[in-house]
């Protein structure tokens, strides 16, 4: 377990490790920088950084793999801050090992963002979870404790990526703005929210701030502090 600064998250766990840039927003990724620091011989990133890059090693770490069963406390964790599980030199074997221990802890929430959601899409669509778990548990797909998320830094990359965020199964999808290197329109993404509060109140929000109780369905997370709605679906298990 890793504590993290980051606000929408509790803790960080990175089950793999290793990467490389797909994206202008992977520039001055700050992952890559840390693994350039820690990459010399018999450090952890050995190998899968030099002179500054990455160097495309991508790789499941076993010892990392069941940190998540230890912990006690239900947490938010955001999965692979140093790497992106949907690279492609990762096999979708060890992407399902993850998801497995996932899977085993319901008590915390998984926030797995990518910048390569056609391959989550791919992945998703093959069932893989379902093969690895071999039928000898019930297993609901998509995980409920699951969160799916794209990181996009531009108009160009969330033309790109959220449509295909919005065809994955998910629980709950989620969208990363930053770095943000241009403006993105949202609206295109943005649905009615159905929300239920006093009639004495104007919004969702100042019924909140008074006390009162609100619900809200189907809403997703923007880390640049907007609120992205996800799309309404016939089959409420996608």
């Not at 600064?5 to 992952?31: F, H, K, L, M, Q």
């Not at 890559?32 to 050995?46: D, L, Q, Y």
């Not at 449509?163 to 629980?171: F, K, M, N, R």
């Not at 290197?181 to 295109?188: A, C, T």
Request: neutral net charge; contains cysteine.
């Amino acid at each position: 377990m890793s504590k993290t600064s980051i606000e929408w998250t509790d803790t960080t766990w990175s089950p793999t490790r290793g990467c490389s840039r797909v994206s202008e927003g992977c520039v001055n990724c700050y992952a890559e920088r840390m693994a350039a620091r820690f990459s010399g011989p018999g450090r952890p990133f050995h190998g899968f950084a030099k002179d500054g890059k990455w160097t495309g090693k991508v790789e499941l770490i076993p010892s990392k793999l069941d940190d998540p069963l230890r912990w006690r406390k239900p947490r938010r964790v955001f999965v692979n801050s140093m790497s992106d599980l949907f690279h492609e030199a990762l096999p979708f074997d060890a992407i399902s090992e993850v998801y497995a221990r996932m899977a085993c802890s319901p008590q915390h929430t998984f926030q797995v963002l990518t910048k390569r959601p056609r391959r989550r899409l791919e992945y998703s669509r093959g069932g893989m979870l379902e093969a690895f778990m071999g039928g000898d548990h019930e297993t609901i797909w998509p995980l409920p404790n699951v969160w799916e998320g794209v990181s996009v830094e531009d108009q160009a990359t969330a033309d790109e990526r959220i449509p295909l965020l919005l065809e994955t199964p998910a629980a709950v999808r989620f969208v990363s703005y930053e770095p943000a290197l241009g403006p993105v329109d949202f609206s295109r993404w943005m649905w009615p929210v159905h929300s239920h509060w006093p009639a004495r109140y104007k919004s969702p929000e100042e019924a909140s701030a008074a006390g009162a109780d609100v619900e809200r369905k189907r809403q997703a997370l923007v880390s640049a502090h907007r609120t992205f709605i996800d799309r309404p679906s016939t089959d409420e298990r996608l």
